[in-house]
T-cell receptor, first 110, second 117 residues
Framework: DVKVTQSSRYLVKRTGEKVFLECVQDMDHENMFWYRQDPGLGLRLIYFSYDVKMKEKGDIPEGYSVSREKKERFSLILESASTNQTSMYLC?????????FGPGTRLTVT | AQKVTQAQTEISVVEKEDVTLDCVYETRDTTYYLFWYKQPPSGELVFLIRRNSFDEQNEISGRYSWNFQKSTSSFNFTITASQVVDSAVYFCALSYLYGGATNKLIFGTGTLLAVQP
């Protein structure tokens, strides 16, 4: 079974804090993705990575950065969290046309 | 540009009713995949089905069925005899190759299905 895990299910942070969201996959997939999900907007791609140390911006990269030092791990970084980054964050990994999703992290920034 | 439209924001039905969730997509690619995912209140996205652009056969899995029509760029999902456990947000998505090597998923905005007992 493909497994994608995320470090936290729920997270509460203060405005201005640096936030790290971690994602680990165990299927040796080349590609990994970070999405955010907001009501009425569906899932929107923030960043993705197609190889170690390689990254590309998705549709809404502003305010975020990513790190991929190892193939199985893809981190999303909020350099200075803001209230408009309160959202559900979903990580995915995939090869070919499929993507497998983690359980999500519900982040609240106060 | 790629786009997925789920025009139905919310649907409410009574248990045992049949319900169809609509999905319309746009793409210029000839090779692509279409997906349906279910997101129950727990939040995790559950894969339901994948269809490639060359296979227009309808598919049935238990109470679930999917109708793929390239002529109308639609990939609709029907639940027969709905149950309370079907209550969830359902997402339609389009997958295509980006840069020749990486797949990208474009999601619709989702349809919230509420099945009342």
């Amino acid at each position: 079974d493909v497994k994608v895990t995320q470090s936290s299910r729920y997270l509460v942070k203060r405005t201005g804090e640096k936030v790290f969201l971690e994602c680990v996959q165990d299927m040796d997939h080349e590609n990994m993705f970070w999405y955010r999900q907001d009501p009425g907007l569906g899932l929107r791609l923030i960043y993705f990575s197609y190889d170690v140390k390689m990254k590309e911006k998705g549709d809404i990269p502003e305010g975020y950065s990513v790190s991929r030092e190892k193939k199985e791990r893809f981190s999303l970084i909020l350099e200075s969290a803001s209230t408009n980054q309160t959202s559900m964050y979903l990580c995915a990994s995939g090869g070919g046309y499929e993507q497998y999703f983690g359980p999500g992290t519900r982040l609240t920034v106060t | 540009a790629q786009k997925v439209t789920q025009a139905q924001t919310e649907i409410s039905v009574v248990e045992k009713e049949d319900v169809t969730l609509d999905c319309v997509y746009e793409t210029r690619d000839t090779t692509y995949y279409l997906f349906w995912y279910k997101q129950p209140p727990s939040g995790e996205l559950v894969f339901l089905i994948r269809r490639n652009s060359f296979d227009e056969q309808n598919e049935i899995s238990g109470r679930y069925s999917w109708n793929f029509q390239k002529s109308t760029s639609s990939f609709n999902f029907t639940i027969t005899a709905s149950q309370v456990v079907d209550s969830a947000v359902y997402f339609c998505a389009l997958s295509y190759l980006y840069g020749g090597a990486t797949n990208k998923l474009i999601f619709g905005t989702g349809t919230l299905l509420a099945v009342q007992p």
